[in-house]
């Protein structure tokens, strides 16, 4: 098969005939994982290792006057140690597409924020290394630490970057449609300020990096946990100064990612220098409060929110005014946080027109980054919040408003305002069965009745879009010069199927899994399009730069892309394979390659299975019979093929774009009491319909939609970033952090519906962030629906029983 063009698979894919793809298959990859065999960084073992620990700046915001080494140089087995400024003469900045302040992961002349590194040791053992650190005098001038967004953006407020006036770090107003003219056509406009609060999904294992550089061949290995590896890789080369194909990436299998691994990248590289210094292998692990304080956090974001509307329930235009808090460097792939949430921005509504002022600020706080969501949580907060609103304005119930406003079925393909274009969905049959699943009209009947005793019980429902696998495109929203993003488009990812003699297959691909489940799922989509089964595909774990096919333009596992895109890329080199196959197979049976059929390691004739090879045999001839090939056919049996997404083109002018591969739908309702003493918050009941598109495993799919939505259920209640006005973190530790627990997870009510999208390979759409964009702000408006009775209006994401409690006594936020 010399051309497979994207559209080509898309449509070949429909004709597949399905056994494994939608099955409850079992994951192939928890055997090792509950038997201990999984394989992590800090497992890896290096003869003559080093390890590194980092000095870290103790306050906020200060001028560094100069750094005292030599006691720590002369602690034992101490080989060296690196400040700041000998780092940044060493390597390059980390490059970006806009223009932003030098970023080298290590604090250089300004310690901008508390746990930011000022230095690192390079020692014979872990615990030589921190008793250098510990001997390191790091000699400041303090400064006033600016730890809000009103702090950073006051007239009276030191710079945090030269070049940076009002601590700006980028701003951008973008409006899509005639939002003005909407807005005077409005018959009345609802609105609100709301806060969205610092959280991440703190993945278990903590960042675990390590270097080998070999110095006879010039080549340095990184152990790394980036979720965008594939696509790091020329960027470390940059920074390092070392050519990508010297350079060699390993990600093994990840204790979680979340959007937070994707954060690592400056270790990386720090790490790999030490290597590139010492010529001896180097690890670093981070401790629990390392990365809580110098990872990376969620931003927190300040939005007014307007939404114009008529007196019959229509919302037609909406307004955001929005501050996202960047932390103390802009790093890649920021300002994403606010332009991420644009596919899906107005939501399941038919909304004509949407204007976002946005800018980022910087603060003296931990730099930012994507988390499980990435910015689609805090855009659906302001929408879902105002929405609310507007029903509360004109005395509907929320489910009313929704369902006058929800974008109609016989409407899809719909193209939204910004350009996207939902694939597909019913959303108000799923809103329908929440409201079923949830027995809405009991749940009012027994609101009523605790009210009429004095007690607070709420209701809330959301409604939200999950836009999944972002676009290149994205870039021609954050600025920059437009002749350098101009080209950018869609997204790719690779993959490459081998099958052996023996008729076994191994599959990889770039896609860097932390617990998506892609060994089983590959392995069943794969065993569909060649007529084999599971057990017969083996996907290798993990990503190796060297070994695995990638993508530049965007290989990893992120924005949940593997159910469209590297869908498109397995399904592309199967078909490559399935082609050949059935060449070989069409000249041995005498028969023409369109009347035979793949089953369960059968080929045979359609219609008369008695004339029939198997797919060992079609490997052997392929392999070791080389006389039995047909006249003029390539030997072996092997494929490669990069897979993009044909339906997203490049951004033009007016910034409207198709950025993301699918549009899932999720519709949810909650039910809370509220403790009138303490703000306690009990989540009585919590009901989520989703529609991801097509199901490629039913059973991962539901531990994905569990995942996300207790996510979101601890991002609410209780897990949140939390400094005093000098800066310092006070949640460093799970043990004020307070992450969810099995014990705080309430009973979950889940309903599945499958519109398959019409634009992916097999139909699937994202789902795994979902549950962690809606429940927050489904969680909020229950809670604003029981203190009603008080006259309170829930303006944040933070509901913890202390804030809760403090909204209830008016004292606020």
């Known amino acids: 098969m010399e051309s497979l063009p994207p559209e080509t698979v898309h449509n070949l894919s429909r004709k597949i005939t399905t056994r494994w793809i939608g099955s ?15 394989l992590f960084v800090d497992d890896f073992r290096f003869d003559n290792c080093l390890y590194v620990a980092f000095v870290r700046g103790k306050v906020a915001h200060a001028k560094i006057r100069h750094i005292e080494t030599d006691k720590a140089s002369r602690v034992r087995g101490v080989v060296k140690v690196l400040t700041g400024e000998e780092v940044a003469d060493l390597v390059k900045p980390w490059p970006h597409l806009i223009p932003t302040p030098p970023y080298y992961g290590i604090a250089v002349d300004k310690i901008r924020y508390q746990g930011e590194p000022v230095a690192m040791v390079i020692a014979e053992s872990k615990y030589a290394a921190w008793d250098a650190a510990e001997a390191i005098e790091v000699y400041c001038e303090g400064l006033r630490p600016l730890v809000t967004i009103d702090e950073a953006l006051s007239l009276d407020a030191p710079l945090i970057h030269e070049g940076f006036p009002r601590n700006v770090a980028w701003e951008k107003k973008f409006i899509y449609g005639d939002v003005d003219g909407d807005f005077s056509r409005a018959d009345r406009v609802a609105r609100g300020r709301y806060y969205y609060h610092r959280f991440i999904s703190a993945p278990l294992e903590p960042t675990a990096l390590a270097a080998v550089y070999d110095r006879h061949s010039g080549h340095l290995t990184i152990y790394d946990q980036h979720q965008q590896a594939p696509m790091y890789h020329a960027r470390y080369s940059r920074v390092l100064g070392i050519p990508s194909n010297r350079i060699r990436i390993r990600v093994p299998d990840l204790g979680g990612g979340f959007g937070n691994k994707q954060s690592v990248y400056p270790y990386s590289a720090l790490i790999g220098l030490a290597a590139l210094i010492t010529g001896r292998p180097v690890k670093f692990v981070a401790s629990r409060s390392e990365d809580f304080q110098a990872l990376m956090h969620s931003p927190d974001r300040l939005a007014k929110v307007e939404a114009a509307y008529k007196l019959n329930g229509e919302v037609i235009s909406v307004r955001m005014k929005i501050y996202d808090n960047f932390g103390a460097y802009l790093r890649h792939p920021e300002p994403h946080n606010v332009t991420r949430a644009f596919p899906s921005i107005v939501g399941p509504y038919r909304i004509k027109s949407i204007e976002i002022d946005a800018t980022g600020v910087f603060t003296n706080t931990c730099p930012t980054g994507p988390n499980r969501g990435y910015g689609q949580q805090h855009a659906s907060f302001c929408l879902e919040r105002i929405i609310d609103k507007v029903a509360e304005e004109l005395g509907l119930d929320p489910v009313e408003l929704r369902t006058v ?20 969905g019913d959303y108000a049959a799923a809103l329908s069965y929440a409201l079923e699943l949830a027995e809405y009209e009991q749940l009012k009947r027994e609101r009523e009745k605790m009210r009429g005793n004095g007690d607070l019980m709420g209701l809330g429902v959301a409604t939200i879009v999950e836009g999944g696998a972002t676009a290149f495109g994205f870039a021609r929203l954050w600025g920059g010069d437009p002749a350098h993003v101009a080209g950018y488009a869609s997204m790719a990812e690779s993959a490459s199927v081998r099958v052996h003699p023996d008729g076994s297959i191994t599959v990889a691909m770039g ?10 799922s590959a392995a069943q989509i794969v065993a569909d399009v060649l007529g084999v089964t599971p057990d017969d595909v083996t996907v290798i774990p993990g990503f190796d730069s060297d070994t695995h096919p990638y993508s530049a333009a965007g290989s990893g596992t992120y924005a949940s892309r593997f159910s469209q895109i590297a869908v498109g890329a397995l399904v592309g080199a199967s078909l490559r394979i399935r082609e050949k196959v059935l060449h070989i197979a069409a000249h041995k049976l005498e028969a023409n390659p369109a009347d035979l059929e793949m089953r369960d390691g059968m080929i045979y004739i359609r219609g008369n299975q008695e004339r029939f090879t198997t797919f060992r045999e079609i490997a052997r001839i392929a392999h070791t019979r080389l006389a039995d090939l047909p006249p003029n056919t390539e030997a072996g049996l092997d494929a490669y093929y990069t897979y993009h997404f044909p339906y997203s083109k490049s951004v033009g002018d007016d910034l409207r774009g198709n950025l993301c591969g699918s549009y ?3 519709a949810g309702v909650a039910a809370v009491v509220i403790d009138k003493e303490t703000g306690a918050v009990d989540l009585r009941r919590l009901v989520v319909v989703h529609d991801s598109g097509r199901a490629l495993n039913p059973m991962i799919l539901e531990g994905q939609l569990h995942g996300a939505v207790v996510n979101g259920i601890g991002g609410a209640l209780l897990e949140g970033f939390e400094y005093d006005q000098e800066g310092n973190l006070l949640t460093s530790t799970f043990a004020d952090y307070l992450p969810i627990s099995a014990t705080e997870v309430p009973e979950l009510r889940f309903g599945h519906m499958e519109t398959s999208s019409p634009f992916t390979p097999l139909g699937a759409k994202g789902s795994g962030e979902g549950g962690t964009i809606l429940v927050p702000v489904l969680i909020a408006n229950a809670i604003n629906d029981a203190l009603k009775p008080l006259g309170v209006e829930i303006t944040t994401s933070r509901l913890t029983p202390f804030n809760v409690w403090r909204f209830m006594t008016g004292k606020g936020l």
């Open 511 to 520: 896609t860097v899994p932390q617990g998506q489940g892609h060994e089983t």
């Open 664 to 666: 899932a739908f999720l």
């Open 405 to 424: 406003n929800l974008i109609r079925r016989n409407q899809m393909p719909y193209e939204t305002p910004v350009g996207s274009v939902y694939d597909d």
């Open 24 to 38: 409850p298959v079992k994951r192939k990859e928890d055997l090792r994982f509950i038997t201990g065999k999984g």
